[in-house]
């Protein structure tokens, strides 16, 4: 019984606290905006400069000028404010972002993030703005499936694909499991049909187990 | 001096053979295409070009890369569903690809017109795109030295100008405009209006026009 898509998603916005400053990176991670509580006065920043995000634009509502990280079209909300690239990435560096959710192809049990490059020689490189998110946002979530296609972790004792940032990811919310990164190694969370036992095994990490299982 | 207004064509004349050429835009938010239409038909080459993307579909950037005038990117996100035209050329080894994290970027330009002669940034540190770069532990944390990114000429786009060049830009198509117009020696603003001085709110003035050299209606 791992969990979709959606039910990650919901599980992340319930980890969001009220009125946090929040970046959701491109992809899966915009699912987490769908289940933000109404009232909970969640702030979403879009990196291309807007603090104040709605939803998707649709019908009349899309406007060329106003897209998201992934150059969809999106809305305002009251109270929304546009600002330039350089003040956009002050907000994350200088650590007035509260959280960034992200996708990952890796994550190592010290936290470090692998998501921009799996290092294929004939790939075309492209960062974006995840390595700004990565050491910037003072929480940065993992948003991934558990194992690859192939079967192998992507939680990692050490990441084998080039690094997006060192030491920066708190949480990992996956399928099957949810782990927390803190400084006494990888705390499993939350399971969702999968053993302590199993994830330890798979993931070749000495996981803790929640107190709370 | 204030702002002076031209054809697209009498503006882009400002690049020369080999320039660095900031160009706004976020995809097509804030692209300033009339200007880069005008620079494909004026011919200028050897261009480095500094943008967050390197050209979508076939127009815009897309068609500048196509003609051959551009020998080196600097951007954060070449990679895109339709970047065919940058994917072949680098593929092919023939277009050079400096890769920057979107946010060093920003700043990278903003130091340049700010007069900074360089800055450390927490940015990339541990990454292959820090390797070979000084670094510094600053109060127990590492940071990565950047160096300004200078242009010989951005080309930007905005909303509505005065006539002295004072800008406004539009919703999240304002992104790298404001900070590439610091950067350039001649910063030429592609804008859906032109009004009288007065006309613009001073409090409401995004970039000032100190900034902006030539102003250029669709």
């Given at each position: 019984m791992s969990l979709s898509r959606e039910q990650m998603a919901e599980i992340v916005a319930r980890d969001i606290p009220d009125g946090a400053y929040v970046n959701l990176g491109i992809g899966q991670p915009t699912l987490v905006a769908d289940y933000l509580r109404p009232g909970s006065g969640v702030v979403l920043h879009t990196e291309n400069g807007m603090l104040?995000?709605?939803?998707?634009?649709?019908?009349?509502?899309?406007?060329?000028?106003?897209?998201?990280?992934?150059?969809?079209?999106?809305?305002?909300?009251?109270?929304?404010?546009?600002?330039?690239?350089?003040?956009?990435?002050?907000?994350?560096?200088?650590?007035?972002?509260?959280?960034?959710?992200?996708?990952?192809?890796?994550v190592s049990a010290a936290g470090d993030l692998a998501n921009w490059s799996t290092g294929a020689p004939d790939a075309i490189p492209a960062v974006g703005g995840a390595m700004d998110l990565a050491i910037g946002a003072r929480q940065v979530f993992v948003m991934m499936s558990l194992f690859a296609r192939d079967g192998s972790s992507k939680l990692v004792p050490e990441c084998t694909y080039p690094l997006t940032g060192r030491a920066c990811v708190s949480r990992v919310y996956t399928d099957v499991a949810t782990f927390?990164?803190?400084?006494g190694g990888v705390r499993i969370v939350e399971t969702f049909g999968i053993s302590d036992e199993e994830l330890i095994n798979k993931t070749g990490i000495p996981l803790v187990p929640s107190p709370f299982a | 001096m204030t702002a002076s207004i031209m054809s697209a064509a009498d503006a882009v004349a400002a690049v020369r053979d080999g320039d660095t050429v900031l160009v706004g835009g976020f995809g097509m938010a804030g692209?300033?295409?009339?200007?880069i239409d005008?620079?494909?038909?004026?011919?200028?080459?050897?261009?480095?070009?500094?943008?967050?993307?390197?050209?979508?579909?076939?127009?815009g950037l897309a068609a500048l890369l196509a003609a051959g005038?551009?020998?080196?990117?600097?951007?954060?996100?070449?990679?895109?569903?339709?970047?065919?035209?940058?994917?072949?050329?680098y593929r092919d080894g023939r277009i050079e690809l400096e890769l920057v994290p979107q946010g060093n970027l920003a700043e990278r330009m903003r130091a340049a017109g700010a007069g900074i002669g360089a800055f450390f940034s927490p940015t990339g540190v541990g990454t292959p795109l820090a390797e070979g770069?000084?670094?510094?532990?600053?109060?127990?944390?590492?940071?990565?030295?950047?160096?300004?990114?200078?242009g010989d000429v951005a080309l930007i786009r905005a909303h509505v100008a005065d006539r002295t060049g004072n800008l406004v830009y539009r919703k999240t198509a304002r992104n790298f405009g404001p900070v590439m117009a610091t950067a350039a020696t001649v910063t030429?603003?592609?804008?859906?209006?032109i009004v009288e001085p007065g006309e613009l709110d001073p409090e409401a003035v995004v970039t000032p026009a100190i900034y902006v050299d030539r102003l250029v209606l669709p």
């Open positions: 104040g995000m709605g939803p998707p634009a649709t019908g009349d509502e899309v406007d060329p000028d106003l897209t998201n990280a992934g150059k969809q079209p999106v809305t305002e909300r009251p109270g929304a404010a546009y600002f330039h690239h350089a003040d956009s990435f002050a907000m994350m560096r200088g650590g007035h972002l509260d959280v960034c959710v992200m996708g990952a192809f890796q927390a990164i803190e400084p | 692209m300033p295409v009339d200007l005008a620079l494909i038909e004026y011919g200028a080459t050897g261009l480095t070009i500094v943008s967050n993307n390197a050209g979508n579909g076939d127009t005038r551009v020998r080196k990117v600097v951007c954060s996100f070449p990679r895109q569903a339709d970047s065919w035209v940058f994917d072949r050329l770069k000084e670094s510094r532990v600053i109060d127990g944390r590492e940071y990565v030295l950047e160096y300004p990114i200078r030429i603003a592609q804008v859906s209006r």
